[in-house]
């Protein structure tokens, strides 16, 4: 069992920035992802990584704002978000595959789930 904990939600004005963290326990070469849910809407996308940081995919509505990254010495998995807008309005959960290396952009594609981390944006 992988155990993943996310950090770094909260309060941003329109146009700022955060950067969200998951740690992963124990350590693993597991594939890593990040979606997100908003009120009322479908889990989504956000973002993937394998597991030397070599290749990442991104949800269609990123364009270019975001950033995932990992750092394997720490077990940590990091998604930079940059000129959030109202949109971005949601509950962000970081998630691992499984034995597979290949990047997976659906829920079904990931074995472990943290439990989320708020991301309000907000005037």
């Known amino acids: 069992q992988v155990q993943l904990m996310e950090s770094g939600g909260g309060l941003v004005q329109p146009g700022g920035s955060l950067t969200l963290s998951c740690v992963a326990t124990?350590?693993?070469?597991?594939?890593m992802g990040w979606f997100r849910q908003a009120p009322s809407k479908k889990r989504e996308f956000v973002a993937a990584i394998n597991w030397d940081g070599g290749i990442r995919n991104y949800g269609d509505f990123v364009n270019g704002r975001f950033i995932i990254s990992r750092d394997n010495a720490k077990d940590t998995v990091y998604l930079q978000m940059n000129n959030l807008g109202l949109e971005d309005t949601a509950i962000y959960y970081c998630a691992a595959r499984g034995r597979a290396t290949i990047i997976g952009r659906r829920q079904a594609d990931y074995s472990y789930w943290g439990q989320g981390t708020e991301v309000t944006v907000s005037s």
């Open positions: 124990p350590s693993s070469s597991n594939v």
